[in-house]
């Protein structure tokens, strides 16, 4: 059974900092390409951030600069560091797993269905 679990989300003003983790289990991060996603309410999931297996990242443009991706191999982990936060950060933040590469989707709306595994999501709010 695979599981995605998110972690580190919270409430922080503007010019603050998070870092997202996730957890994956029931499978390696080798067999998988990663990515988060974000989702404001009533918009579809958006790719913010992906790693491909051999370490190449992709970034939406609104935050290029700011989030950082990073892949720990060898704990099954995922971060996303997420510094210079803006109000127009706000969202809930879901990591994913998928077969096929996710750069592809980075700054792409997606419906749910088109990628394979979803964490259950983590809520980053910031406030101006």
């Known amino acids: 059974q695979v599981q995605l679990v998110e972690s580190g989300g919270g409430s922080v003003q503007a010019g603050g900092s998070l870092r997202l983790s996730c957890v994956a289990s029931?499978?390696?991060?080798?067999?998988?390409?990663m990515a988060w996603f974000r989702q404001e309410e009533g918009k579809e999931r958006e790719g913010v951030a992906a790693?491909?297996?051999?370490?190449?990242?992709k970034y939406e443009e609104s935050v290029k600069g700011r989030f950082t991706i990073a892949l720990d191999n060898a704990k099954n982990m995922l971060f996303l560091k997420m510094n210079e936060l803006k109000p127009e950060d706000t969202a809930m933040y879901y990591c994913?797993?998928?077969?096929?590469?996710?750069?592809?989707?980075?700054?792409?709306?997606?419906?749910?269905?088109?990628?394979?595994?979803w964490g259950q999501g983590t809520q980053v709010t910031v406030s101006s």
């Open positions: 994913a797993a998928d077969p096929g590469p996710l750069t592809v989707v980075v700054g792409v709306p997606v419906p749910q269905g088109n990628v394979y595994y």
């Open positions: 029931g499978y390696t991060h080798s067999s998988y390409y």
């Open positions: 790693i491909d297996g051999d370490g190449t990242t």
